[in-house]
């Protein structure tokens, strides 16, 4: 009788893991199938970082990084290796648990950390952007686990936490656009050999090393503004900011917290912005690190005009060259920025 009992437990058991293996390959191919990433700049910056032995200097943050600091000025202007691991819409937890991976594998001697204040408010209709895409390419580990943990496992962020299947929602009503991708996925040599000619297009490319180089010029319409007010801010995304800090010091890695220059047309729709540049002073001078918000500086003397910006708040190739030069001569020379 025990051992039917046993025999019917291991039976269910093996059906068990089984129906579970059936409905994650089922997901996954479901995913592959709505989700048209041959153009992700995220997924080839995070496949480059793999390989990345050696990285002096770090760049990260959203996507205003990935547009606007060029390693290759970096490395030529103040000879060392660069690395820009920007991606879109990346938050504080994204920025931590990447830093993490990071400093985990590599000794880094500077990382430049853009404080894009947005990113650190709750406000509506925010869910869309707010999709954790690092996530989606880190490679499988510990520290993948906690990450998702984290970010599903809270309600405030697993509620604005978007799935690939709900993401691209509408190409359910297309097959075989879906049958496309499941097909890039498998059998495209290009894609799965993360070739950059995938993620060009007529007005931008991919260099390397995470730096996108746009050609675009902004047409002057107003980009999304996410209306400051301190009372917003989301606590668990200052936590992550500090934790920021936490794991540099732990790493004996120097730290350089920036906020990359928008237009001019931004600020003055934003007319806080003197609050939010003395709120996150302030919270950097508390633990001891420099911040260096480069819309406090004439933009003139940084050489940049209305033609250097892909949109109000992203520059082009042509800015990033600029800011990039600027911002090594800092490296070089200055202190910490003081009005």
Partial sequence: MLKVFLKEKTVNKVKGS????????????????????????????????EKENKIDYL????????????????????????????????????????LKAILEKRKVETVIYDINYGSFQQYPGDSTIRTHIVLDYMPF??????????????TVYSLTTVSNILRYKEQWKTPQKMLHNLYMHLKDDAYKNFEYSNADNITEWYCGRGFVFSKAISNGEPYPLVPWNETELYPNQLDFFDKIIDLCQQHESRLLCISMPVQKSY???EPRYDEIYDFFKKRCNER????????????????????????EVHLNGYGAEKVSRVLSQYLLYGEPYNE
């Fill in 267 to 269: 600020l003055e729709r």
């Fill in 18 to 49: 089984v129906f579970i293996g059936l409905f994650l390959l089922g997901v996954f191919a479901l995913s592959m199938g709505v989700t048209d990433d041959h153009s992700s700049y995220t997924r080839i910056m995070m496949h480059e970082l």
């Fill in 59 to 98: 760049c990260i943050g959203a996507s205003r990084v990935y547009r606007g600091i060029d390693p290759e000025i970096l490395d030529h202007e103040l000879g060392i290796r660069t690395f820009n691991a920007g991606s879109s819409s990346q938050r504080p937890e994204d920025t931590y648990f990447l």
């Fill in 141 to 154: 580990g510990i520290n993948k686990i906690d990450y998702a943990k984290k970010v599903l496992g809270d």
């Fill in 288 to 311: 001891g690190v420099p911040y260096l918000d480069l819309n406090q500086m004439n933009f003139k003397d940084m050489g940049l005009s209305n033609t250097d910006y892909k949109d």
